[in-house]
């Protein structure tokens, strides 16, 4: 299984976010500081805000913080609110595979749960 980029770039901006939570950060700070786009940037951070993992000040000297602690942000919840998890097309309601006692389904969903069982294990505050 392959993380997509806006999940790979939530992760940056939470550790960024932690290791700086004694001011505001600036979305131009964190994307000049990965060499991400400001704008591909703000759709993480509005996602990110709407899961209630961060904060958004307005203004002059507005910027994002962390609106949780880092050991409260699950890194596995936040994989499984952000990706597609429907790995094979027979995981879809429409569905017409004609094999009806298929296996390989329930290999990759077993593949699956191991690979969210690590991040399940594991927080913001452990990746620090």
Known sequence: MKITQFTD?????LL???RYRDRVVTVREVSEYYGISAEHLKKIVRA????GHLSTVRGKHGGL???REPKDINLGQLVRNQE???????????DTCP???CKLRSTVDEALLAFLKVFDGK???DVI
Do not use: I
């Open 84 to 94: 597609n998890l429907a790995l094979l097309p027979c995981h879809e309601p429409c």
């Open 123 to 125: 927080t913001l505050a």
């Open 65 to 67: 913080k962390l609106a």
């Open 9 to 13: 770039y939530s992760f940056r901006l």
């Open 16 to 18: 960024y976010l932690s």
């Open 99 to 101: 094999v009806v006692d």
């Open 48 to 51: 990110l805000a709407d899961l």
